[in-house]
């Protein structure tokens, strides 16, 4: 979760691409991958209003 808070506040969050590899250290390339890439693009819009 911080890491992916810290992807959108940092600004690494514009592409799925971006967020991949932002994330790429702290998350497996297994079937929830998508999903998560997913979740944070969602969330990012309020996480930048936070």
């Known amino acids: 979760m911080m890491a992916a808070i810290a992807c959108v506040k940092e600004g690494h969050a514009s592409t799925p691409e971006q967020i991949k590899d932002y994330m790429s ?15 944070i693009e969602q969330a990012a819009p309020q996480i930048e209003r936070s």
Not at 25 to 39: D, F, K, L, P, Q
Request: aromatic share 6%; with cysteine; net charge positive.
């Open 25 to 39: 250290g702290n998350i497996c390339r297994c079937g929830a991958y998508v999903g998560i890439v997913a979740a």
